[in-house]
């Protein structure tokens, strides 16, 4: 699997993601400057990692997602090539239109800097494979702005077309509100393009992918990309 990492200015999660990246496959990831216009011929998957693209200045990802390479992100997807985006990554992908809905600040206004509980919505993607379905794994997050929101018909087609990736539960496995800390809606963490090419989340499985991390609870989406 080649990977290429895309860096902003202000992207901060790069090294985390290529860690990841290269645990799992065994390929180091190219990392590829905004300024350029074209990804290295053979890449599977994009990676947009978390940081404050901009300074989140107008809205965290919205400056990320007119740079030069999200032309080239674009046709990459268009293709039907894999696309990851985790917290500034997923902001990105949301405001280049790439998924659908609204990251909002957090309910609380407070940035969130703690672990969460995810619940995988959909195993058997290239995303979750090595994920059974409705399995839970632990997951840092760390943002401002990570209230997903869309409007309710927005909501219920990602529900019907079953493209809810994860979603913030509580230890029992139940999507509480308590459980919710950022606010979004439905306790969406996650979703997928309708192709299940794209996927977007806020929390940052890449942090957990080695036991001196304090565990590998992030480990299969990676092990799933690689196989993918
Ligand atoms: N960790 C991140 O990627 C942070 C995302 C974004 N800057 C926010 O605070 O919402």
Redesign the pocket.
Known sequence: MRAAIILFP?T??ERDMAIALERASGRKPALVFHRETELPTGTDLVVL?????YG?YLR??AMAAHSPIMAAVRAHAARGGLVLG????F?TLIEAGLLPGG?LK?ATLR?LSMDCILRVERSGTAFTNHWQQGATFRAP??????NYFADDATLDRLEGENLIAFRYVDEHAQPTSAANRNGSARNIAGIFSPDLRICGL?P?PEDLVDPLMGGVDGLPMFESLAAA
Do not use: T
């Open positions: 202000g901060n999660r990692p978390g940081g404050f693209s989140d965290s990802g985790v917290c500034n990554g902001q990251l957090n940035f997050m760390a943002h401002g702005d990570g806020m940052h």
